[in-house]
């Protein structure tokens, strides 16, 4: 016999004690004792002890009890009662019904021992056994709350970019190709081409969150295949520093939402203090930097052009150690290692005005004011050696009065990997993509 | 000689007269007359008239504004003044700087009477000078703001699913493959079979707006290889009817949203009146939908299982000559033109648990309960004929205590498209993709 009631969540139980309400969750654990039986059942907002004493031959409940596996989907129905000697809220429920919705096979193939990779093949029970990773998704949707709110409050719209293009237009090696039928397709590294055509469609501040594709052979904690990019792109800036004044405000206001949700909770669950950033963040430039870090004995042989890992680890720990604070934006990095696309000052062809952005230590953002005058673009692309004939279709949105602008690419998992002290973004991640990974 | 000030927008300009501001967009007309040069200029919030007396030789202002093009992104510098005889506004900008920061050149490539297809080449400037697609996009933020409140005020989680698949599971046909390093890999065609995953995984309110791409060879106005999906799923539901509830309230709230900060514009712009609808939407199944479409003459041999858009548009006509609603959900698809993961009622199995909704007509959404019984699904899969060893993934998902489930796939370009009455798919896209355009 069947009670239907509407679904109680769990956080909501103390509202109802006293009555017959149904719960709707998954067996936490079951402890099936001689005349007792108890099985805590978890929702998304917590768990209840559910109890019920042996009624012997023709109980229906207890012998729904006695099937139950861990992990079943269970509604099950029953009177709230106050019980103080119970741990989890002091009150459990006496049940009267219970309607097993999909049993769980045994045994489960993972548990708390399971290593990381046999983890994602079993993924969707690891994020809903997991409170990290349940907590995980909350932040994630009340940081992206957090950026939007900032972004429309400065007069964004929200775009979609294709992720198909016809050509493998910014950098043919790290692209992935796919049939089209009778041709070829090509996934986009980034929006990077796209939100500067809506710039010069006349969209004055572009905002997309959406996928991003690199067909790197990377195997490292902090690289995938597809990664969601969080974009912005400004027309008519004065210079690159409306970009970074930008981040730094939007990543302020997303981090204090963040803080003010889940602050306690990611105290709790991952033992990370959310620090809220003060703005302006610490800006350096790339030559600085380097003269720092080569003060200290990084590369010895003074070839390298760019930070590796621990050039980043090492200028954010000397900001950190100077400033307080756990950003970064390292400034002008040189035009070799940049695209031809990023501008350069007029008195130093030699630096590009770009960033990237380090947070506690890891890259989190690249941006740059780009160039927007279709003659120094052509120079800038036959200076490194491209061919523009594949790239007309960009280069003609420069042409008839594209405005000056610049822009930022942001990796979400790389944000959220820092901001709550993960190891690896597959962990940041609902279902990472790799080289060797897939699936599920 | 450039006084650079900082940039006041058009629509701001009413507060600075007598006011030395800059502006800053692009030459929307240019008149030259032998004493008098008048400019007008438009940005993302307006147009104003630019005027300057020449001055004759040496007169910096002269020559700028002269040498001048269609286009062109400009920042003027000048003192604001009433003027009641201009038509923009009462007022006039006296140039006293020019700033040319990139000169359009001539001819453009498009004017007014350029067809569809041509302007799609120059998207970025057919965006740019028609006010209807700015328009456009500014309901689209709007637009996915309302439905993101609504979402996010019943509990929805922020989910991003990834869009390389290791197997062309749902249906290989109409699926992209791409190489993968040293296999192949697919590209979703609809977030489906993991924010599935995501409900197995605990997730209770699913919520992702991305792209989803479909490899079909379809020419109509209503069909993209590439478009922007919004997609729902909602653990423990009682029923099908969870879902509808769901969708008309986010629908009704999102349109009320861009009623209240569009409602004129598209009014002017589109001369569309935006009708919030009211909830809930008709609802009516597809065999009776049948009767009333045969009794009118449609599909005389009775052979049609599925609406063509003659049904469409033939059920929403009536729909709305009985109700006065321009929404219908057409409930209870026959079971063989739906996916084997559509839930079929217990007493009923030669029909599904979904639905389509339609706005005038045009096919929005597409929704249903799943199935979430593994042994239910095993058999339906067989029954459709489907080889199940490539979808052991997504079927290991319900083997371990998924919850009951259903969802809806909205096409966010179709809704756009009713909303503002465009005649193509193409008008409500910034970058269109289909089978014969990969670009711009």
């Avoid at 002890?49 to 042996?54: I, L, N, S």
């Avoid at 237009?169 to 929006?191: I, N």
């Avoid at 710039?199 to 990664?227: C, L, N, Q, W």
């Avoid at 939402?257 to 991952?270: P, S």
């Amino acid at each position: 016999m069947i009670h239907k009631t509407s679904r109680v969540l769990v956080s909501g139980l103390r509202e109802h004690v006293g009555q017959t309400v149904s719960v709707s969750g998954w067996v936490n654990t079951l402890r099936l004792q001689s005349k007792m039986q108890f099985v805590v059942v978890r929702d998304h907002t917590g768990v209840v002890q559910v109890t019920h004493k042996r009624g012997g031959e023709g109980d229906e409940v207890e012998t729904s009890l006695e099937g139950l596996t861990s992990e079943s989907a269970v509604r099950i129905t029953g009177r709230v009662v106050d019980n103080p000697i119970v741990k989890l809220g002091g009150l459990e429920i006496l049940a009267e019904s219970v309607e097993v919705l999909n049993r769980a096979e045994t045994p489960l193939p993972i548990d708390e021992q399971t290593g990381l990779e046999h983890r994602l093949d079993w993924r969707f029970l690891d994020v809903r056994r997991r409170p990290q990773a349940q907590l995980l998704f909350a932040v994630q949707t009340t940081f992206e709350q957090g950026m939007r709110e900032y972004a429309y409050e400065q007069g964004c719209t929200e775009m979609h970019t294709p992720k198909l293009m016809g050509t493998a237009s910014e950098s043919g090696a790290e692209v992935f190709k796919l049939g089209y039928f009778d041709r070829s397709a090509y996934l986009a590294q980034s929006p990077q081409f796209f939100k500067q055509m809506a710039i010069s469609a006349g969209v004055d501040k572009v905002f997309e969150i959406g996928p991003v594709f690199r067909a790197e052979p990377s195997f490292t904690s902090r690289h995938a295949t597809e990664f969601t990019g969080v974009d912005v792109e400004l027309a008519w800036i004065d210079g690159v520093e409306d970009v970074m004044a930008f981040e730094e405000q939007m990543l302020a206001h997303a981090i204090a939402k963040v803080a003010d949700a889940h602050g306690e909770a990611i105290q709790e669950t991952f033992g990370v203090e959310v620090q809220v950033p003060t703005t302006p963040f610490p800006r350096i430039t790339m030559a600085e930097t380097q003269e720092i870090l080569r003060a200290k004995g990084w590369d010895p042989a003074g070839v390298k052009e760019d930070l590796d890992p621990e050039g980043e680890r090492g200028i954010a720990a000397q900001v950190k150690e100077q400033t307080g604070h756990e950003w970064v934006f390292v400034t002008h990095y040189p035009t070799s290692i940049r695209p031809f696309y990023h501008m350069r000052p007029a008195d130093n062809p030699s630096v590009t005005l770009s960033f990237d952005l380090l947070w506690k230590g890891l890259e989190v953002t690249t941006g740059a004011q780009r160039e927007h005058r279709y003659d120094v673009l052509l120079k800038q692309a036959a200076e490194k050696g491209m061919s523009t004939e594949p790239m007309q279709d960009y280069l003609n949105a420069f042409r008839y009065g594209c405005p000056p602008h610049g822009g930022l690419g942001m990796g979400l998992g790389r944000v959220l990997m820092v901001l709550l002290g993960l190891d690896s973004i597959r962990e940041a991640t609902f279902l990472f993509r790799g080289p060797n990974r897939l699936t599920p």
